[in-house]
Structure formats: C-alpha cells, structure tokens
C-alpha cells in the first residue's frame, strides 16, 4: 500500500509517542520493584546509608556508632531491626522489626533514626 | 487511487487518533507516578526540645525550600534556649534560680508563653500546671536518675506547685516574672504547641505554601496535602507499639497533638511510672483516659490541652471540651466493656477508627 506524505508524518509521530510510553513505564516497572523494601538509616539528621530489604535474604548485622554510642542493627529476610544499643531507655530495640513502608526505630541519644521509606497510608503519627 | 484505500484513510485516522489519545493518557499517568509534575519535597531532621524534630515542606523551589527549613531549625534552637529547663543560660533557668529572690526580666516570647500557661492553669483548675517543676525534677523520668522520690520531699515540691504564685508583670522597661521561694518553672507540657506555631508562622512568612511540623509527636499541617484530599494523621494507639496507630484524622490547617502515659515511663518493682503529673498529687496522673488527642488551629492550646485533660480524666475533661470552641478531641478511654474512642461532634465525619479491637462513640456527657 503506498503512503501519502501525511500518513508517514502520522506514523512518525506515533511511533515517538509509543517509545516515549515504553521508556517512562520501563523506569516505573524497573524502579518500583515491589518485594524490595529501602531502608534510611539517619544519623543527626543526615541519610548515613541506605539498606535493601529483600525477601528471603539471609541474616546479617552492622554496628552504627556516634559520639562513643553504639547502635547494632540487623537485617533479615526483608526486615531491620535494632538488636542492641548501648542508651539508658532501650526504646528503640524495643520497637522491634521494622517491615512496612513509614515504620521506624529511633534512638534519640545516639540520633538515629531507621526508617523504611516508601508510600504510606497517612502523612504522620501523633504520640 | 483505489476506492477501498480512500474509503479506509478516514478510519485510519480516526484510529491513529485515538490510539495516540490513549497512549499520552498513559505516559501522562506514568510520569504523574514517577513524580514528574508534582510539587517538589523537602525534608529535615533534627534533635531538638529533648526529642526529634521533623520539617516537611513543598513547593517548587528547592532553594527556596531549603531555606526555608534551615530558618525553621535555627528558630528552633533559639526558643529552646529561651524555654528549656535543661539550659543553664535559658530564660526559664534564670526565673528558676532567682525564685523567691528577685523578679527576672525574660524576653517577650518567653513571658507570652508563660501567661498562656497561667491562662491554662486557670481555667483547668491546676490540671495543667507550669510551676510543677520541683515535682518533675523529683521523678527524674526521661533521665538516668528516675525513681519513685522520698514521700516528705515530694509533698514539699507539691506545695511549691502552684501556679497563683508565679506572676508575670509588663513594665516600662520589660517583662518580669516573679516567682514562689523554691518554685522550679517547667514548660514541658505547652513548649513544643509553642515552637510549633511559631516555625508554622516562620514557615508562611516565607512563602512556603504547605508543610507538616513534627516536634516529637506534637504535629501541625498546614496548605495542601501531598495527596488528594486532606492530611492524614495516625493516632499513636496507647497499648502498641510506636508507630502503630488506632485511628486517623483527615485534616487540614491544624495541630495534632497527642497524650499518654506509653511516651514516657520507667517501670519500679513491676509498676510503670509514667511522665504526666497531677500537679495536686505530684504522682503520675491516676487517669480512666489511655490517651487523648486534641485537634486545635493552635498548637500552643493543643499541647496543653491535652496534658490537662488527660490529668482530668474522662468526665471533667468532656465537660471541659464542651466548654470551647474550635477544639476537636479524641478520647480513649479505658472502661469495664472494653476501650472506647470518643470523638466530638465537628471531627465525627474526619475520624476514621482502625483498631478493631476499639469501639467509637460520640463524646458527649
């Protein structure tokens, strides 16, 4: 079938608009990866690192330190945790496993927060 | 040309149409999920007023964002040296070394902050009560040092609580307060709404058009919420952990401030102490309340509010709540059926109850 100037033109166009779509949607599907939690650990205020959380992983620990205070924190099969802290009240090993998106541990004398980052159903908590 | 390619150009067209229509709706829906479009986030974390502070802000502008949020954390930290009991050179360390002695000459913000307190003292009947420093003091809670004071030393510190001792006076050369031999100032329980506002003016003041304040747990929104509709808040529930919330209210241009014995405590031969006084007692508030939520365009009247009913308990404190104006309230209280949550009456529709284990009921007497 031959084509006219305006059909080429036409297709050109569509065929932008159709890599355009697949690029945007390739980086949705690649970036959001649903069984993949990210958690922030902050410290002072400032992003120290940042830990995958995967489903199934195997246990591992990591100490984080500040001004001669000592956080141990530990991950697990998709979920964080602080084991040990060396603070007078212990509420942020209390607070236990972390697994959802908005939960969080904090230790204000040794100025860590842990905070799973990701959509949550409300804006904040009031306590 | 034939006569079947020129009858289906039209129907070519009309199909290429709308399959592009329909591939920039998607690409349009796609990006709108990746964020493009949406109004830029700025966050920040800081340790302040014994607690974490958290300052949310939006808009277009992040150099105008980051700005914005630097100015709210020196703000912060200057009004914690003016109101904090823990610093030496504060205004409020001032007025408490010099009690009994001399009337002290604090800054505006610190005495405008104090009346208010008194203003509460007032009309709560001492439920809230600013002058029950030595009682705080005593109990030690959020230090090392927490534990159940001597009797004899605790009556005396609940004696020196009383807030028709301390006085605030405006004269030609500034603003002086007088207090009481021995009375300790403590503003634990009204500084955080304070500093709340404040930061929410600062914040206004340089043209940020939406924000969240989080001052440990004390929060204030204000603009439009990121998400379609209003702000969500989760209600710490009082018998979970932090972070696990029984309800949530749906708000806009508020303070959200929460109450409740499970912030603060130290446990005792198997009992727990926990941080909110009866400033009549100088004990931890023997309340029939689990925690109560007080939603105010104040946050300065929220703070207080919310430590005083909850030293009320439930039936003066929704007496209370009847009494004002503009105060929402979620009460949760402990009865023999089970625990009930009372909310009243122009918050009814924006609470929405998530415990399954909690009954809601409208709060009325």
Redesign the interface.
Known sequence: ?GMKRG?RA?LR??IV??M??CV??G??FL?KAPDVLNAEI?Q??KLLRRVLLKKGDPAGEFAVEYKGGRNVLKTEDGKIAVIASDC?DK?CV???WLQRP???A?C?PN?L?IRISGKT??????? | MSIKAGASRPILYLAAAAVTVLLMIMLYAAMGGLGWGAPKKVSGESYRLGTIVRITVYGDDTEKLNNALDLSMKEIERLENLLSVNIPSSDISLVNRASGEYPVKVSEETAVLLERALEWSERTGGAFDPTVGKVVKLWGIGTEGAAIPDPERLKEAVKLTDFKKTSVAHEGNGTFVRTAKGQRIDLGGIAKGYVTDKVRALLIEEGIRSGLIDLGGNIAVFGNSPRPGKWKIGLQHPFMRRGEYFGIVEVSDVSVVTSGPYERYFESGGAKYHHIFDPLTGYPAQSDLASVTIISEDSTDADALSTAIFVMGFEKGISLLHELKNIEAVLVAKKTEGTIVYVTKGLSENFILKAPDMKKEPAVQ
């Open positions: 079938m059909d036409m166009i569509l608009i159709l355009a779509s945007v949607w980086i949705r970036t902050i002072d205020g007078p509420d209390k607070r236990g908005g939960d969080s904090v204000l100025r927060v159903e409300v804006d904040g908590v009031t306590w």
